[in-house]
């Protein structure tokens, strides 16, 4: 009887023994699904923003990436190049603060990026850095304003002058008799005068039944705050007050559309403005911009893209690729905001 009592005792003690081992094993087991879970991922996001993870690591540069153009711009490509498994870099999120443009050129060609896409200029230290990354195999694409002769192996744009043409045609449109005075606020640039001929010879050729002055002014100023006060100044003249306020930026567009509403001269001066955004939209919407001639992001950014990858497989690509200007009115704005939402 004792033997028997023992025994199942000692049977007992196994079962709470292996149980126990059990409990272990399946602690451990958990802890390990948890751990390895864990690690994909955190390996998941190292992926998915990690330029070693894709089959081609580009850089996108432009002069000033906080302009709501270029970021969007940047986007657009960056969204483009991952469908073909291709990282768009923006330096200017580590290193913007410190760097200026040519220096972040420098340092994605030390980082032997597989191409560079930039917004050119006519600077002597641009077309040698462009040069020097040409010379180290990394072909480098100019978007929308060229280096000429610096080695690039495409330029992608409108051009000055087309835009200009662009703004030309807006100006017959919506000219009157009592229409006299044009002002054309322009960045000054190694083009600055692009722009300008563009409007006069489509007045020329197409408006030569109106009687136009036509005053340009440098849009560059310390602030925003700068320009509006000499456009201030101009509005308050009965004398110097434009008819028409042509805008070659986003953001004066906006701040010149501004103190027309500000100063209830919405139907006095008309607005022609640049690019595409909600706040564009909603001032041709309500008149205090009459229209904004703009570049499609998305179909530059996937021209960028398209270029290098034909550069890299053939070895050669077009020298200059045309994209076309566009303009926003009233008309065929619906169209527009449309799309912008399908693309968001």
């Not at 958990?30 to 390996?43: L, S, T």
């Amino acid at each position: 009887m004792h033997m028997k009592q023992r025994n199942v005792q000692q049977e007992e003690k196994k079962s709470r023994q292996l149980m126990r081992i059990g409990l272990s094993l399946l602690g451990f087991v958990i802890a390990g699904a948890i751990i390895y879970i864990g690690v994909q991922m955190i390996a998941g996001k190292k992926t998915a923003t990690s330029p070693e993870a894709y089959r081609y690591h580009y850089v996108f540069l432009a002069d000033d990436m906080d302009d709501l153009f270029w970021k969007e711009v940047c986007r657009e490509t960056q969204e483009q190049a991952k469908k073909k498994d291709v990282y768009v870099e923006d330096l200017s999120q580590i290193y913007g603060e410190n760097h200026d443009k040519a220096q972040l050129l420098e340092i994605a060609t030390s980082m032997n990026v597989d191409g560079i896409i930039i917004q050119g200029d006519d600077s002597d230290k641009t077309k040698e850095l462009i040069q020097k990354a040409q010379e180290k195999g990394i072909p480098v694409i100019t978007a929308l304003e060229d280096a000429p002769d610096s080695g690039r192996v495409s330029f992608i744009g409108v051009g000055d002058y087309n835009i200009g043409r662009e703004y030309g045609r807006e100006i017959i449109r919506i000219a009157t008799k009592d229409t006299k005075k044009v002002l054309l606020l322009e960045e000054h640039t190694e083009n600055q005068d692009l722009i300008y001929s563009g409007i006069q010879d489509v007045l020329r050729n197409e408006g030569n039944h109106l009687n136009l002055q036509i005053e340009s002014m440098n849009s560059q100023t310390d602030t925003t705050f700068g320009l509006e006060e000499q456009v201030r100044i101009k509005l308050m003249s009965e004398e110097q007050r434009p008819d028409i306020i042509i805008c070659t930026s986003e953001q004066d567009t906006l701040s010149v559309s501004h103190l027309i509403v500000d100063y209830n001269m919405v139907n006095q001066v008309r607005i022609l403005g640049y690019y595409m955004s909600d706040q564009i939209f909603k001032g041709i919407q309500s008149g205090s911009i009459s229209a904004s001639v703009t570049i499609d992001t998305n179909a530059l950014g996937k021209e960028c893209v398209d270029t290098m990858e034909q550069y890299r497989k053939d070895g050669h690509t077009s020298d200059y690729v045309a994209m076309d200007a566009q303009t926003i009115t009233r008309k065929n704005i619906e169209e527009y905001m449309k799309n912008d939402k399908t693309e968001k």
